[in-house]
């Protein structure tokens, strides 16, 4: 059975793009959560879409926004980037969303904003 | 809010040693306890996933305890080997649904000396 998916691998954008980085879930996964990884902050959520719908949020500004598809593929999109937005972005799947379901993550997206 | 300590940050052995992380928890409401390991550069491998109600779970040479109550978990390595040096990371899971998913200690960085 295929893993999770990110793409791309990497990238690097200028301060003031945006970026889009795309997540393909287990095959029977309804539920993707992003995440940020970066040295100083550890590992971040970010937000959970299940069903095409966002049912957890972590404590990210508004230019951080994602959507699900509904083959349960998932795009999280950074508008306006920043130098601080620089990070490894990692995407997981599980079969229902929120606490108690086993997380299974993809490679991540290394994002370099210069 | 769930804040997740592991002790200690970095660990040296040599190979062959048996050695214990630590990951210490603030809010018992658990519904699980999931261990993983992250290669630098890559995603997060899952290692193991402890229910609430278990108090141990054994994969291979590794073995990892609950404490629900004292909010403790700790990860058991037997006879080390340079393939397991990597960051490993615990996270709590939230009982309900609605508190978002699970928070992520900031690891411990093992190195097993050939």
């Known amino acids: 059975k295929a893993g999770v998916t990110q793409t791309p691998r990497y990238l690097i954008k200028t301060r003031g793009q945006q970026v889009t980085l795309s997540c393909s879930p287990i095959s029977g996964h309804r539920s993707v959560s992003w995440y940020q990884q970066t040295p100083g902050q550890g590992l971040q959520f970010l937000f959970e879409?299940?069903?095409?719908?966002?049912?957890n949020k972590g404590n990210f500004p508004g230019r951080f926004s994602g959507r699900q598809f509904s083959n349960s593929r998932s795009e999280m999109n950074v508008s306006t980037l920043e130098l601080g937005d620089s990070a490894l972005y990692l995407c997981?799947?599980?079969?229902?969303f929120g606490g108690g379901n086993t997380i299974y993550f993809g490679e991540g997206s290394w994002l370099t904003v210069v | 809010k769930q804040e997740v300590t592991q002790i200690p940050a970095a660990l040296s052995v040599p190979e062959g040693e048996n050695l214990v992380l630590n990951c210490s928890f603030t809010?018992?409401?658990?519904?699980?306890l999931q261990w993983f390991r992250q290669d630098p550069g890559k995603g997060l491998t899952s290692l193991l996933l402890i229910q609430s109600s278990q108090r141990e779970q054994t994969s291979g040479r590794l073995n990892a305890s609950l404490d629900k109550s004292s909010g403790r978990s700790t990860l058991y390595i037997a006879a080390s080997q340079p393939g397991d040096s990597a960051t490993y990371l615990c996270?709590?899971?939230?009982?309900?649904?609605?508190?978002?998913?699970?928070?992520f200690g900031d690891g411990t960085t093992l190195t097993v000396k050939p």
């Open positions: 997981a799947s599980s079969l229902y």
């Open positions: 879409y299940f069903s095409e719908t966002q049912r």
């Open positions: 996270a709590p899971s939230p009982y309900n649904t609605n508190a978002g998913k699970s928070t």
């Open positions: 809010d018992s409401a658990i519904y699980n």
